[in-house]
C-alpha cells in the first residue's frame, strides 16, 4: 500500500463521533494509507486525524471528509504533544491509546506489552503475589478492595479446578474507559488475566461483557484468538482458555456474585456473602473476579515492579485512577492521572470548564449510585479515602456533570426508578425500598406529598444504607438524599402545601 | 418423559432451532447454562418466544420454571418480535445531561409511538438503554448497529429517512 499514512480511531465513541464517516469515505483512495487505532480519548476533538512528522504525531481536529487535501498537504496539523489535555496526563495504562492498532501483537510487544507475563514467569506464584502487595493495587472496578488479599486467598484455597474472572460489564452511566480498554488494548486485559491465573493455578478465564459492548465482544474474541495462535495463552504449562461470555441487560450483573450466577447461565440474583467469590465463586470453585481496569493494570506493575506502582498517587490510594469525564464539560474524554488532584483540579485542567453558556450545578462521581457534589465540594482529593470520608464513592471513575438547566428532583426520580428497575430482588430492603422511594418522588412530582414523606424518604434509605444485600440497594439512596440535602427547595417547593 | 412429549407434539419449533438445542445440551456431569441457550435463541430469531421454553428447558435438563425465569429476567431478551430497525435511545446521567430527553421526544414525535413501543408498519421499534458508554460524545442514539453520538432533535429526521 501507498500513499500518506492516517491514523484515525476505531474506538466506537470516535466512530460514533464521525471517524467511521471518514473512514468510509477515504478508503478507496490510492493516495491516503489509513491505520485504524485505538482512541487517545480527547473525545472532544473527535473525528481526529494524525499523520507521522519529525516532531511525532500531528492530529487534525473535528475533521470532515472536505479537510483531506489540507491534511495530505500537512496544512494546520498541531503536534499532539502540545495538547494539554493530553500531556498533562501520566498514561501508564493506556500509553499505548491512539498509538497502536489494537490487534496488533507485535505493536503491543513494541510498547512493553508480554514484559510483565516473562517476569511472572521467571518467578513463583506466590512472588506474584508478594509483587502485587508490594503494589499497593487496589480493585478499580469500585470496592477498592485490595487485591493481593484475594489473589492469596484463591491461590491458597484447595480445589480441582479455579477461573479468573473479568467483570466486563461496565454498567455505571458516565463509564467506558473498559470499553476503551476491551476495543482498544485487549492484549493488556488477557496478560493481566493470565498473570493471575498463574498466580492462583486457574486454568480457565472468562470475560463477562455487557451486551451493549458489540465491538468490544469482537475485538476481545480476535485478540484471544490471536494470543492462542502466538502460543502465550498458557498458564503452568498448561493451556488457559478465556470466553468472552455476553450479558443481557441487567445492571445489577455487575456485582460480583450476580455476575457469577448469570455466567453460570441463571437469574443474575446477588449471593449472600461470606463465604467471598475467591473462596467460592463460579461453580463453587475459588475465582477472582476483578474488573478490567484492575486486570489491566497488573503487566505494568510486573513488568516495572510494585515499587513502582506504590510510589504513584497518595498513601491510601496508589498508581493511577482512569477518570471517565462527561456531561456537560467543555472537554469530555478519558484521563489518566496519579490519585490525589482534587475534582476542581480535574473539571478545570482538564474539562476546561463547562460547556459553552452552561453554569455548574452539580457533579456526579462513581455512576448512578454516586454522591452529587455541589461547587463547594469540589476541592476534594480524588483518592479512596477522602470520597469515603465523605460518604461519596470514586466507583469506577465516572464523572458526570450537570448544568443549572436540571431539575435536581427528576434526575433524583431516574435514578432511584433506575435501581428499582434493577434490583435483583433478592434483599426486601432493595427490592421494596427503590419501588417505595421512586413512589414518593413520583408524588412529589405530582405536587401529592407531604413533609411526612420526605421524612419517610430519608428514613427509607437510612434502612437501604444499612440493611441491603449488596452494594445496589445500599448505594441507591446516596445520589437521592445528596440532592435532596444540597437543593432542598426544589424538593420542598412541590410538596402539597 | 413428559418434557420430551411436549417437545415432540406441542412446541412450535422453527427450523434449525431443534438442531440449536440438541447441539446446546450440556456434556455429561457438565452444568447446564441456560442464558446461553437464550442467547443463541435470540441471535436467531431476535426473540425468544415463550413457546419454546419447554423445549429449551428439556435441552438442559431443567424445569420450565427455571427457564421462564431467566428469560423474564433479563432486559435484552425480547419476548416479542421487535420492528425491522431498533431504535435505542441512551439514558445514561451524562446523555441525560445533555439533554436527551429533547432528542426522545424528537423520535417520539416523528414516529408517533412511546419509548418501548413499535411503530404500526413493524418498520421501527424504539427502546431506552441504560448506558452504552458513549458518555464522552453524548446523546446517544444507536440504530441497528449504529451508533451515533452528540445526537440533535434536528439531526432525528435526517437518520430515520435512512432508515426507510
Known sequence: MSGVRLYL??????????????????????????????????FYLEPMVERDSPEGRLAWCHVT???????????????????????????????????????????????????????????????????????????????????????????????????????????????????????????RLIEGMLICAMAIGAGAGYIYCRQEYPAATACLRAAIRAAGKAGWLESDGQPFTIEVVSGAGSYVCGEETALLESLEGKRGVVRAR??????????????????????????????RGGAWHASLGTEGSCGTIALQLGGRVKQPGLIEIPFGLTLREVLDQFGQGMADGARLKAVQVGGPLGSLFTDAQLD???????????????????????????????????????????????????????????????????????????????ELGDTMKATSLCGLGGRAPYPVLSALEHFPVEFRSRLRS | MLGSMRYAVKTPLPNGLDELLTHARPAEGAPPNILRV??????????????????????????????????????????????RHRIQVCLGESCLANRCDRVVAAIQSQLGIELGQTTSDSRFTLEPVACVGNCAVSPSVRIDGELHGRVRPSDVAGFLDRYR
Open chain 1, 274 to 303: 461470606p463465604p467471598h467469590p475467591a473462596q467460592s465463586g463460579l461453580y463453587g470453585r475459588p475465582t477472582i473476579v476483578s474488573n478490567v481496569l484492575t486486570f489491566a493494570t497488573i503487566p505494568n506493575i510486573l513488568a
Open chain 2, 38 to 83: 437464550l442467547h443463541a435463541i435470540h441471535d436467531v430469531c431476535g426473540y425468544i418466544d415463550p413457546r419454546f421454553i419447554p423445549a429449551i428447558a428439556q435441552s438442559q435438563g431443567v424445569t420450565e420454571a427455571d427457564v421462564a425465569g431467566v428469560l423474564s429476567y433479563y432486559p435484552s431478551l425480547n419476548t416479542q418480535p421487535s420492528g
Open chain 1, 9 to 42: 480511531s476505531n474506538d466506537t465513541s470516535s466512530c460514533a463521533a464521525g471517524a467511521e464517516r471518514l473512514a468510509e469515505a477515504w478508503r478507496q483512495r490510492s493516495d491516503v494509507e489509513l491505520v485504524r487505532t485505538s482512541s487517545r480519548g480527547a
Open chain 1, 380 to 458: 476534594i482529593p480524588i483518592c479512596f479515602d477522602a470520597f469515603a470520608q465523605a460518604d461519596a464513592i470514586l466507583g469506577h471513575g465516572g464523572i458526570v456533570v450537570f448544568d443549572d438547566q436540571t431539575d435536581m428532583l427528576e434526575l433524583s426520580r431516574h435514578l432511584m426508578a433506575f435501581v428499582a428497575d434493577e434490583s435483583c430482588g433478592k434483599c426486601v430492603p432493595c427490592r421494596i425500598g427503590s419501588l417505595r422511594a421512586r413512589e414518593i418522588l413520583d408524588a412529589i412530582q405530582r405536587g401529592q406529598a407531604t413533609e411526612a414523606d420526605l421524612s419517610l424518604l430519608t
Open chain 1, 65 to 187: 471528509a472536505e479537510d483531506l487535501p489540507k491534511i495530505l498537504a500537512g496544512d494546520g496539523g498541531i503536534p499532539i504533544s502540545t495538547i494539554p489535555f493530553l500531556s498533562k496526563q501520566t498514561r501508564h495504562t493506556f500509553v499505548s491509546f491512539g498509538v497502536t492498532e489494537p490487534l496488533s501483537l507485535e505493536a503491543y510487544q513494541a510498547q512493553g506489552g508480554l514484559a510483565g507475563l516473562r517476569n511472572a514467569r521467571q518467578g513463583s506464584p506466590s512472588a506474584i503475589i508478594q509483587e502485587i502487595k508490594t503494589s499497593r493495587l487496589r480493585g478499580r472496578g469500585g470496592a477498592a478492595f485490595p487485591v493481593w488479599k484475594k489473589w492469596d486467598v484463591a491461590a491458597t484455597a484447595q480445589a480441582d479446578r479455579k477461573y479468573v474472572v473479568a467483570n466486563a460489564d461496565e454498567g455505571d452511566a458516565g463509564t467506558y474507559c473498559d470499553r476503551m480498554i476491551m476495543e482498544g488494548d485487549p492484549f
